[in-house]
């Protein structure tokens, strides 16, 4: 997106949100603009739907998330930004404040909850992007059919290379402690000492009544039970300590009242809940073989609309941590390929420019892994399409689990670069799965059909 159409754009959505002092926030995700509002009456979403530019528009709570692509998201928002800069922003006043404040808390409960679990680990993603990918290289230079003899000629060079791809997984503990800290409101550097508590490799010389500690016990789910508790009671600290010695007496005590429930209460927790969750979603995969495929990839993209999808995450994170390969993000990945499916079919059957237009632009980065565009702007409000989307998916899926393919990687890749990080032996399956879920996807498209718009 050229740096005069960025600007365009984003003065476009700001007159369409009611101008800047109708925005309560503006944040932006990989694909998506998201804004809040003070007053819904005055957004003219007609307009904003029709810009171009936008490829798709979702409401979820009280934010309205307009999607523009990947990378253009970031420019857009501060494009928004700098215009909001050059005059004077009115003052929010107490009513419109608490007003605002009230939604926030009484609203979606379950969707905020979520929403901070995301925030812990989004700003992962590059991490995970980096590493997955690292991994796959070394797959790939490890096979004398592919490399040669670069894994026997230059061994320093894969050693290197496995330090690259190994980093983020030896301080993952460490950067959720921080992140949670953050996100918890607490002080993210004791976040961190927190999650290096947990993971110390001193805990394995230290026997409590008869067992021997676990450095790591628990992985990010007992780092999140921890940071989550010391955050609470730095707060509480903060309260009833003098100013005084506030600064001084309330890290040291909240260092050692919660270090210490950590290790008797609150990890061995984490730990039963971390490894019933790696288990469970093990057993359910190699037992449940089709079915269970098409189920999670099924239902994966009503869960992405939900925001029910981000309560997955850490389940990633626990597979990666616990097995060293994630079996579910390659059967999740599905969702987004049946979308590539159910696309090309709606291109080959509709008569309408705009939405031509619009899935030239957003299938390359669909077939990347990147599916908002395509839900938000094609599928979803055609309606069927998104449901046989949805069933190619499911296709996909239950083929993915049934072969056992399994990935590198925590989440942050899918759709075709996701290939690179599958596990050695099952990459030319992931590849079979993919092509049979565009196929499946555009089928059930095609045989359904959908109204084609005028507009």
Sequence with gaps: ???????????????????????????????????EVHDDARLDLTRLKTLEGIKGYLKQGDQHQFIVGPG???????????????????????????????????????????????????????????????????NLLKRPDIAGSIATDFPNILGLLAIFGGAVFAIMNILVGV?????????????????????????AQITLFGETLQP??????????????????????RNLLPESVELILNPLI????????????????????????AHGVNIAIDKGGLLVGAVLAGAFLPLVLSGLHQGLVPIHVELIQAHGSNPLLPILAMAGVG????????YMKTRNARLKKVIKGALPVGILGIGEPLIFGVTLPLGRPFIGACLGGAVGGALICYWK????????ISGLPLALTIISGKVMLYLAGLVITVLAGFIFTWLMGFNDPEE
């Design 254 to 277: 909240t260092t050692l009242i919660t270090a210490t429930l950590a290790i008797v209460i609150l990890q061995p927790i984490g730990g039963f809940i971390s490894d019933g969750i």
């Design 339 to 346: 979308q590539v499916g159910a696309a090309m079919a709606v």
């Design 405 to 412: 393919v399994a990935t590198v990687i925590t989440f942050g």
């Design 179 to 203: 992140n949670a800290a953050r996100v918890f409101g607490g002080s993210q550097a004791m976040g961190g000492v927190m999650a290096g508590i947990l993971s110390s490799p001193a805990l």
């Design 216 to 237: 790591g016990r628990g992985g990010v789910i007992a780092v999140l039970l921890v940071v989550a508790l010391m955050c609470w009671l730095e707060k509480r600290l």
């Design 1 to 35: 997106m050229a740096m005069d159409k960025t600007n365009l754009l984003a003065s476009q959505i700001l007159q369409g949100v009611g101008g800047e002092g109708n925005i309560s926030k503006l944040e932006n995700c990989m694909t998506r603009v998201r804004v």
């Design 72 to 138: 253009a998201a970031a420019k857009v928002v501060d494009a928004m930004r700098a215009l909001l800069r050059t005059t004077d922003a009115p003052v929010q006043n107490d009513i419109a404040r608490n007003k605002a404040s009230a939604k926030a808390k009484y609203s979606a409960p379950m969707s905020g909850a979520l929403r901070k679990l995301a925030d812990v680990f989004i700003p992962l993603i590059p991490a995970f992007i980096a590493s997955g990918l690292i991994m796959g290289i070394i």
